[in-house]
């Protein structure tokens, strides 16, 4: 365990479903972040949270929306995926923008 | 704009020899690199950083090296084993800003 948890481990998803990704982290990080990695390619920062207040946004399908209730927790709502959002998705933390990032195991997000 | 970026693809190499991966990078203001390791059905993991003050910097069997003339780092892993085999990402960051990573290169180990 690398103290950043991420649930479910696997999400297999019609286009048409909603569904949610947790992120949970006790590190005492001030900042959180989602990634999506896809096969072959560079890890996209999606969404980053410092102090509970989003500060980036990379331009992100709206059909993907981030929630950050406390700085222990993230969430990451999906609704009307497409199947090239099949993913891998990473949360990581850290104390700061520079150092520290810690990461979660993923969850496997397959649309169908 | 930034961009970080690995020669190879994919390296094998026999157990007990050494490994060596590569990085190049763009940005000449970046100032920090960090290597990643991720397993499979695993997070990326912190390996080892250096700053862009430092040329060489060793850990527990790896040693990341800077040249910052040719704007190319590379992890060094000696008596590489089994266990060793994963995904492995360099990340570059510029004076606060987030880090940016390259695309990873896949380190096979042979027994």
């Known amino acids: 365990e690398t103290g950043v948890t991420q649930t479910p481990r696997h999400l297999v998803m019609g286009m048409t479903n909603k569904k949610s990704l947790k992120c949970e982290q006790h590190l005492g990080h001030n900042a959180m972040y989602w990634y999506k990695q896809s096969a072959k390619k560079p890890l996209e920062l999606m969404f980053v949270?410092?102090?509970?207040?989003?500060?980036e946004n990379n331009s992100v399908p709206s059909r993907f929306s981030p929630e950050c209730p406390n700085s222990s927790h993230l969430f990451l709502h999906l609704h009307t995926l497409q199947p090239e959002d099949s993913a891998l998705y990473l949360c990581?933390?850290?104390?700061?923008?520079?150092?520290?990032?810690?990461f979660g195991s993923g969850t496997r997000l397959t649309v169908v | 704009g930034e961009s970080v970026g690995l020669h190879l693809p994919t390296l094998s190499v026999q157990e007990g020899d050494n490994s060596i991966i590569n990085c190049a990078y763009s940005?000449?203001?970046?100032?920090?690199f960090i290597w990643y390791k991720q397993e499979s059905g695993k997070g990326p993991q912190f390996i080892i950083d250096i700053r862009s003050n430092m040329d060489k910097r060793q850990g527990q069997r790896v040693t990341v090296l800077l040249n910052k003339t040719v704007k190319h780092l590379s992890l060094q892993i000696a008596a590489t084993q089994p266990g060793d085999s994963a995904v492995y990402f360099c990340?570059?960051?510029?004076?606060?800003?987030?880090?940016?990573f390259g695309a990873g290169t896949i380190l096979r180990v042979k027994s």
């Open positions: 990581a933390s850290s104390p700061n923008h520079r150092y520290g990032y810690t």
């Open positions: 990340a570059e960051n510029i004076k606060g800003n987030k880090l940016v």
């Open positions: 940005n000449s203001a970046s100032d920090y």
């Open positions: 949270y410092s102090l509970e207040e989003r500060v």
